[in-house]
């Protein structure tokens, strides 16, 4: 492990993009395992749930409440497949880079030129998939007790509501400080850039 | 493996916020594995068990069991996506500083900055989440036996009591641990950071 | 890690060749594990869908749904197990060549002499495995909703439409940034022997 | 791979604290990959299993059955549970210390603290979980075939009593084993420090 | 990473060896993962297959596709299981000797002993196993359109067909390549014995 | 990689003892993953079988096919749960040994102690847990197409026949090149033994 000597030698603009590449690869990992277990039980919930009762003397279950799932279920499984087809697509070319250790191919890597495209997805698949699935418990929840107490959808309702509050309040505080950092270390590589040419 | 030797450099306080990230990155990775699974597991059974019983002769599903179930199931599912979440939006930036091995990096690791957040989100969802879905299963126990022979019920319950209290104390413990830790190392900080101040 | 000092040395044939092998290995790989889980959640799909419904009064799922609903699960499993089949035979050959780390036994990595089929077969059955995935679940969407509410499944397929373009228009993007990173290489490194004859 | 030359060395206190450090961790993460498992499919079992049969010809199970597989289940999911918050929660501290490889902080990991309780409860939930999960699937076929064949129920315990023996034969054994390797490595460390005392 | 130089030392015959011990290894741990995992989905699809109708008035499935399904599936856990016995048993025996990284200790490993055996058994079952799922989903999909519309899984059937051919062709392909290196490398070695003889 | 030169060194007792803690710990590693997994469906198979046929007009199934399925199925999960357990106790002490890298620690891992116990255990639970696994899946063909077509329940037994011959055959032979593998290395040990007391 090295100390704090060599710190000025890790700021040169070869090495930011260097841990761009390593915390792109890590975000892409963390998604794609995920994504994929999600999905599945997803696609076992559409197969195996019972939509239309046949207890003729049961309630048949509201048109916004079938809207609601279809919507949500269909979501949830674009949502993690998208996240799916960027992870299986881009990681192999990031770690073919990574695995050699060598810091002057960092400009081969695709990270850096699909930055953009890359981060919007991957962040909105990720931290909607999630809240998709625990919104997909909820429905899931109403049309089983429908038919039977309608408070206790209510209640888990009630429940979900401040979790969904923590949810959105969580990525909003996480995406200031990435985009914090961002500015940061941007601002780091500009000032150091703005010296190597007065020197 | 390095001696005793060179113990006094390994008490800086870079090297305390290093193995602090260590710390939650390895907390992290153990909870986001179990979350996605016992979320998944939670998610079949809700889509699965059937709580209208057609059969006319058996009892109806007593009202605060179907509450119980509804709370249970959507806090349970909620606290492991909650989980989730912090480790696939935090993990990736603790693993990008921490693959590189160089000391002067860790202050750009978020987990100095967001560490109050995380602990408590993160403790609370894993222990609470665990606890919950040994409390789903005993739910579960009680929609499938009611209508049978609620005995076989009440003594599911009785043998789950001594486990919760079990839970309860032994994250007590773990907690009064982490503390007198926490204080223990901070209180080393401050006594060599006096000491750096005297000389 | 090695610095940009010894680039030119990175840049000789021998090394291209390690790195497209280190290239295809990830790639592999990461379409491996995805495979086996995905195909097995169709079959379980499969086996569990309800197709013919035993209730007289609600009305026989339409013809076009049923053929859509055979081709997707078919192609669906098919592309996957190619996938996997791929992995299977060509990825050991190729961690055998890779593990040893000896960069001038390159050459016998299948790699190179197999690249044309397993680049197309393999792109072809990621890309359309994960979109076909996506499409399953509309389709069982629609065969869920069909007798319940038309309307939902008419919803669930239109939110979908503009996710599958975002996937082709990804999947164009993904490709022309492979194709053009591919000749630069290709330029190099004709350019780099080029340059050895004239010396 | 150091040889016998320095093996003195390695008989230290603090050496000997960083072996049971080594193995603590060792233990936890083999208990917690399978408890997540093993207690999801019970949880399923429960979900699944139907208890009360509609035939009105065939006979009503037994209380005794009941009540046993109430128990059983509960306790199944209750060990596993228990297992998995102790891997959770202590594994973490323990891998962020055994990671940085460096042996004058291994008193500052909690696994001699809490050894009791860890070795205790560990020990107990691994052996019994496993040994619960086959008394499950026991109890679940004597459900399966009470109102069938009776018969098989008998032959299926018949068959299990043996491997209940070997199990607990087979703890006895190695908890013996264990208990007297403890002893000898404490034995040695007394008698090591006496020598150094004397010295 | 060792060059160009000290290639002629790389071909030695205990090096030869050498290589292939750590290409069986990676192909029967290719192998394994993806076993388990088959052969368990193709359990659940025959526990859960509704066989007999319960409908009068639908037609009953030909017996030419109940022998197909008994058949497809007896073979493709069979020949999944048979995978996971030589994986399970030959690969420890071959990581104990290749996890100590001496050359000399190659002779010991079973790899060039059992190597008929396991090549064929391995490459037929791999190639076979991945092969049956496909078809065994073809045989789900007959199962249940029989009754509902006969025309999807004719459908189904013929878009599996160009699948199988590519199957078949790509493992002749596959056979072909090795073949050819595996009588190239032979050559070479025999050719250096020559030499050295002749020296 | 240390070549012949110090091929001598590597056959003494401590280094012969040092390579049979390697396989034993390679092999308890490939048996637990398997095991967990093929138990789970195993229970998800007796959970979900209906042995009683509610339909008056279809045969009742045979009661020696009824103790066959009791027996195989209280086999197959007992002898994965014996291999799993024994993977939980035994690994952590010998990963525990093995990961520390010195050499004179070896006499203290327990592979020696308990090597009879566990061999034995080890090898029938695999080999008997993977054939069982096998004839569970014809058991279930069997009671599936009992009512339906009792001729492709003999076909689906007549493959499995050779399949078992096969396994068997496998098992002999791998059985005996260990036995000689085992004699030819005691051997060895004694020989050199002998030399060097001869000296």
Redesign the interface.
């Known amino acids: 492990?090295?100390?704090?000597g060599d710190?000025i030698h890790?700021q040169g603009p070869?090495f930011l993009s260097w841990?761009k590449l390593?915390?792109s690869?890590?975000?892409l990992?963390?998604?794609?395992?995920?994504s994929?277990?999600?999905?599945?039980?997803?696609?076992?919930?559409?197969?195996?749930?019972q939509?239309?009762n046949?207890?003729s003397d049961?309630e048949q279950?509201p048109?916004p409440l079938?809207?609601l799932?279809?919507?949500c279920?269909?979501?949830l499984?674009?949502v993690h497949?998208?996240a799916?087809?960027?992870?299986?697509?881009?990681?192999?070319?990031m770690?073919?880079i990574s695995?050699?250790?060598?810091?002057?191919?960092v400009n081969?890597s695709?990270h850096e030129?699909?930055h953009m495209?890359i981060e919007l997805?991957w962040g909105c698949s990720?931290?909607l998939g999630?809240?998709l699935?625990?919104v997909?418990?909820?429905i899931?929840?109403w049309i089983?007790?429908y038919?039977?107490?309608k408070?206790?959808?209510y209640?888990?309702t009630a429940?979900?509501v401040p979790?969904v509050i923590?949810?959105i309040w969580?990525?909003i505080?996480?995406y200031r400080?990435l985009v914090a950092?961002t500015y940061e270390?941007r601002k780091c590589g500009i000032q150091e850039l703005e010296e190597l040419k007065h020197v």
């Open positions: 492990m090295s100390t704090q710190s890790h070869a841990r390593h915390l690869k890590a975000k990992k963390a998604a794609s395992n995920t994929a277990l999600l999905a599945g039980f997803a696609m076992v919930a559409v197969v195996e749930i939509l239309n046949n207890n049961s279950l048109k079938l809207f799932f279809a919507i279920t269909t979501m499984v674009a497949m998208l799916l087809l960027i992870s299986t697509c881009i990681l192999p070319n770690e073919a695995n050699l250790h060598i810091l002057s191919l081969e695709p030129k699909m495209y997805a990720t931290v999630i809240l699935f625990m997909e418990v909820a899931l929840c089983q007790f038919s039977v107490l408070e206790a959808a209640v888990a429940i979900l979790f923590l949810f969580f990525a505080i996480f400080n950092h270390t």
